[in-house]
């Protein structure tokens, strides 16, 4: 589930101006996507995965950023509920494909039983098989209704994966994200990457190809992950409608309330 080495080029850094334009041009085309699969009525399924601390979280917050999320979502599914656990393993992610003209982006999704339910012993021999016999016909049949399927596979070296944990460790906004399971990917680096091996065998197919992302650099993954995006919709440009803005009527001579009267939260900011 990722390698330890990387050529030279790809331990540079992007430069940070460059990175920021190139991410604002990028932004500009994911709105004008997002038009065309509303006025064609696309649904478009991306499926982001990846060892823990790889950086798919970031990646989704860029493609979602301006996005309208009336059309535009992200499904980040919680650990299954009592009832959920005895139905048909697919069902929970099933209900939440897109619809037409929608665009869905998984933060993990129906392949958690191939890493880490696998590597953690969370289900059994005879799911994990089900669930590979089961997982090609299922994103076949989604591809042959129509559904636009992409998989991203964000691949972290050791050694960065252990520095992003680290500075989860005593950052209070970002505590959150580090849990016994990330620690445990630590030393179960081996086991995780024999699990993706297996499963990218049996799932990386022409019709759901699975695409892998270099993540060791945050910035150059997320460039690079909204450009082939992009690439692989068939969108065109359209232009928006012409807005013509009112004119403004007069100010009414309807008394308003004192403004004294409304309660207005604190001016913390003056005192900064």
């Known amino acids: 589930m990722g390698h330890k080495k990387k050529s030279k080029k790809q331990q540079n850094h992007i430069d940070k101006k460059a990175y920021e334009k190139e991410l604002k041009r990028l ?74 003209g929608e665009i869905v982006l998984m933060d993990r999704s129906w392949y958690n039983r191939a890493g880490v339910e696998r590597v953690m012993g969370y289900c059994t021999d005879e ?60 030393t179960k680096w081996e086991d995780y990457s024999r699990a993706k091996d297996a499963m990218f065998d049996v799932t990386d197919h022409e019709y759901a190809p699975w695409w892998s992302i270099d993540s060791d650099d945050k910035k150059a993954a997320r460039i690079n992950t909204i450009n082939h995006l992009l690439s692989q919709i068939p969108y065109d440009r359209l232009d928006p409608d012409e807005v013509h803005f009112p004119e403004r009527p007069a100010a009414s001579d309807t008394e308003r309330p004192p403004i004294e009267d409304h309660r207005f939260v604190p001016d913390h900011a003056a005192t900064l």
Do not use: C
Not at 44 to 72: C, H, S, W
């Open 127 to 186: 799911e994990y098989e089900r669930f590979l016999a089961q997982v090609p016909q299922v994103e076949k049949m989604l591809v042959d209704d129509g559904i636009i399927l992409l998989k991203y596979w964000y691949s972290v070296s050791d050694t960065e994966q252990e520095k992003r944990f680290r500075s989860r460790l005593h950052d209070p906004m970002r505590r959150w994200k580090l849990s016994d399971t990330d620690l445990l990917s630590i």
């Open 27 to 100: 932004q500009v085309e994911l709105v004008s996507m997002q038009q065309w699969i509303g006025a064609s009525g696309a649904r478009v399924l991306v499926i982001f995965e990846g060892r823990d601390a790889a950086g798919k979280g970031g990646a989704i917050k860029r493609v979602m950023q301006y996005l309208n999320p009336r059309t535009a979502r992200v499904v980040a599914l919680p650990q299954p509920s009592e009832r959920e656990k005895g139905q048909w393993y697919f069902q929970r992610y099933i209900e939440r494909l897109p619809t037409k």
